[in-house]
């Protein structure tokens, strides 16, 4: 074959991908670019004539607003809390119990997680919003178990908010560690427990090592979807009361839409995804290792 | 099965045809919506429309307009793009409407309160050039005339009524507080006494209702904190909020201390709503639709449109509001001049400076605008006339009950420094008073943080006093 016609062919193998190079370059690759460069502009939704590039001047202004950094730490609690101590555990464990459980039983149990997962962000939370809110059913409940009752989106928003995400994301954790769970050979825990391996031995020592790759694939994917929830707290709390639920990505609504500026607001969403990048990484290290 | 090489043969000759065809979806993809004025005979509408789905006003007014401007302009047509959002959002969708021809409507409906932010950005068209030969502007107040008025004196909108606010009372748990049916307080200290006596006397409803937080927006700036702080001024003139010989925004002075120390005052003592209630997005919805009809809240400061949603075929029907619910001004701080305090906004039809079809858009401002069209507006909507000759017309003035008192509070209103920081300067407010609202934070902290986003928020423009 020679060389021109190697090319020519490559050439005609490309074509068909080149209409979705375009696309993906038109509309993904283009508007984050523009997103990174209002980063570094003072652009607003109203109030200015004319926009003007400022340097670090927005990072620079979030590293000092105490708001943000409110937001910061709200957004890291709302991650472990929800993402990595309550979807990928109760999904896990869930998995587990599944595992032994009767078919009946898992089909029930798979249903009612899954319909969690499957109902639209908004409508999840106007259903959290009527279970936490003062005359709501938590506080039905506790009333008949004579406890006493709040107003639990005024007095632990970001608790009622990670609740909601939990009960909202444990349905994905479930569906992969089922997957993975799936995959063990079942001789292996067998002869680990013919000799004489008990419960925790054998989920230490055995399924968590074999499972590992899922754990780690599991844990970015939860933690990425948890650091841009939006739909959810803004439904059940607009960020309140006094900034209390305000995680990053309502913190960035409220300067980009409600105060007009863009600029900030971009250069906030920057910062979110750096966040974002540094869990992947620590991610991906931990996946590395040990392989 | 793997995949032969081959296979993909028999499809080459499609390939150009495929390119093509997603190369146009592409094209296709980026013009869409191409441009309001691609049909020279279809003006587009832009309004914000109720979010509670039985509220049909706005959406009922402009049908027949449109019936009426479609019959008087043969081959016109009208098309509505309405904006379904609470105002916040409205504001938010709108703009971003604005910014480019390919989205931005013939018209639009603005809210005096952002209009000059508006303005200043080039989102909207000076309107004199049609104003000069409309004969109907002469029939304008001069202050509502103001509200539209860009920084450099041009005229940006027509506005559509205006509005002012004051203290709705339950004749009903007044006579059972032992309080007169004729209610009138001279002083902040009298609200709040009426509000301790209800608490003691019928302690199953809410005394007073003061709107409050972040969660309600402007609501709580202007139906609260500014019915108080522009009643904290000496002559009931000088702006306590934005010092317009010096074009500076004030900072620290000690009316706004004492507003935010009502405020703290209602909640701490627990004369309103729960403070989690005041803090819910929806207590504006619970206030006119739950709480004043159903007879669970005594005394609410609110705006002189309440009745637009208790009127026949609004969805919430409530014809005898007029005999229980009795009416007061809202008295200034110590009962100093002018005595009694109102704040006034309302809205505007605006032509978008990206407009398509600006002629005719403003062939539609003008059938909106006659005297009858404006006048049944004014009625619809419980807005208070802009229009000499409809403010004089006595089928006006006994339309509705209310309609004289909240007519006759203009003479004792102000207008808000609606510039384009006033969007920013307004969310402070509200964070000051949440803080107060909530306990988290003393008057005086809450103050200092107010005046420090107050220096952000207006670029150092500030003058202390």
Not at chain 2, 137 to 143: L, P, V, Y
Not at chain 2, 243 to 260: E, I, M, R, T, Y
Request: charged fraction near 20%; charge should be neutral.
């Amino acid at each position: 074959m020679t060389r021109a016609r190697s090319l020519s062919r490559s050439l005609t193998r490309a074509l068909p991908v080149a209409p979705a190079v375009v696309l993906l370059l038109l509309f993904l690759a283009g508007p984050i670019a523009y997103c990174a460069y209002i980063a570094f502009t003072d652009l607003q939704l109203t109030g200015q004539a004319e926009d003007s590039f400022v340097g670090f001047d927005n990072f620079r202004t979030a590293f000092g607003d105490e708001a943000f950094l409110n937001a910061v730490w709200l957004t890291l609690v709302f991650t472990v809390i929800s993402a990595l101590l309550g979807q990928n555990t109760l999904g896990l464990g869930l998995a587990m119990l599944m595992q032994r459980a009767s078919k009946p039983v898992r089909t029930l149990t798979g249903a009612v997680v899954i319909t969690a997962w499957v109902l639209p962000e908004v409508v999840a939370g106007f259903l959290l919003y009527a279970f936490f809110r003062r005359e709501g059913t938590l506080n039905a409940i506790l009333d008949w178990l004579r406890l006493p009752t709040q107003n639990w989106l005024f007095t632990l928003p970001i608790l009622a908010v990670s609740f909601a995400n939990v009960w909202r994301g444990t349905a994905f954790s479930m569906l992969v560690y089922s997957a993975a769970l799936n995959e063990i050979p079942k001789e292996i825990t067998e002869a680990a427990e013919v000799d004489g391996a008990g419960g925790w031995r054998r989920m230490w020592h055995i399924t968590l090592p074999m499972i590992r790759r899922s754990i780690g694939t599991n844990l970015m994917l939860i933690t990425l979807q948890t650091l841009s929830v939006f739909g959810l707290i803004w439904v059940m709390t607009r960020g309140g009361p006094g900034g209390k639920s305000q995680t990053l990505p309502l913190f960035m609504y409220e300067e980009a839409f409600q105060k007009s500026m863009i600029g900030y607001g971009t250069a906030v969403a920057l910062l979110l995804l750096v966040v974002g990048s540094l869990f992947s990484v620590f991610y991906l290290r931990l996946l590395r290792t040990e392989v | 099965m793997p995949v032969r090489p081959t296979a993909a043969r028999p499809a080459r000759p499609a390939l150009p045809t495929l390119l093509a065809l997603s190369l146009a979806a592409a094209a296709t993809l980026t013009a869409c919506g191409s441009g309001s004025g691609s049909d020279p005979d279809t003006i587009k509408v832009s309004f914000k429309q109720s979010t509670d789905n039985s509220i049909k006003v706005m959406d009922t007014y402009l049908a027949d307009i449109k019936k009426q401007f479609e019959k008087a302009n043969p081959g016109k047509k009208v098309e509505f793009v309405p904006i379904k959002a609470p105002d916040s959002e409205y504001y938010t969708k709108l703009q971003q409407m604005l910014r480019s021809p390919k989205t931005a409507p013939d018209l639009v409906y603005e809210d005096t309160f952002l209009i000059n932010s508006d303005i200043t950005s080039g989102y909207l068209k000076p309107l004199d050039p049609y104003l000069a030969k409309w004969r109907d502007w002469k029939q304008f107040i001069d202050t509502a005339k103001e509200a539209a008025k860009g920084e450099d004196g041009k005229t940006y909108g027509i506005p559509d009524g205006t509005d002012t606010r004051g203290l709705w009372f339950s004749k009903d748990i007044f006579k059972k507080a032992g309080l007169p049916a004729d209610w009138q307080p001279k002083t902040w200290n009298d609200v709040l006494d009426a509000a301790r006596t209800i608490k003691q006397k019928a302690p199953d409803v809410i005394p007073l209702n003061v709107y409050t937080g972040k969660p309600v927006g402007e609501a709580a700036t202007m139906q609260t904190f500014e019915m108080l702080l522009y009643g904290t001024t000496n002559d009931g003139n000088t702006d306590p909020l934005y010092d317009k010989s010096a074009k500076k925004w004030v900072a620290g002075s000690q009316g706004f201390k004492d507003a935010l120390t009502f405020v703290e005052t209602v909640y701490e003592e627990k004369l309103g709503p729960d403070v989690s209630d005041a803090l819910d997005p929806n207590v504006m919805t619970r206030v006119r639709g739950e709480w004043l009809p159903q007879g669970k809240l005594a005394i609410a400061l609110d705006g002189s449109w309440l009745p637009q949603d208790w009127l026949p075929g609004s969805g919430h029907e409530w014809p005898e509001w007029s005999d229980e619910l009795g009416l007061a001004a809202m008295p200034t701080q110590n009962g100093q001049a002018p005595g009694k305090v109102s704040m006034s906004g309302g809205w505007t039809w605006s032509i978008p400076a990206k407009a398509g079809n600006p002629d005719l858009a403003f062939e539609f401002i003008k059938t909106m605008q006659t005297k009858t069209n404006a006048q049944k507006w004014y009625v619809a909507n419980s807005g208070i006339a802009v229009r000499n000759d409809v403010a004089k017309d006595p089928s006006y003035v006994n339309a509705q009950p209310g309609i004289k008192f909240f007519t006759d509070l203009v003479a004792s209103t102000h207008y808000r420094p609606a510039y384009p920081a006033y969007p920013k300067v307004s969310t402070a407010v509200q964070e000051a008073m949440e803080g107060v609202t909530t306990g988290d934070m003393s008057v005086e902290d809450a103050a200092k943080g107010y005046d420090e986003e107050l220096r952000a928020a207006a670029d150092d423009q500030v003058i202390e006093k």
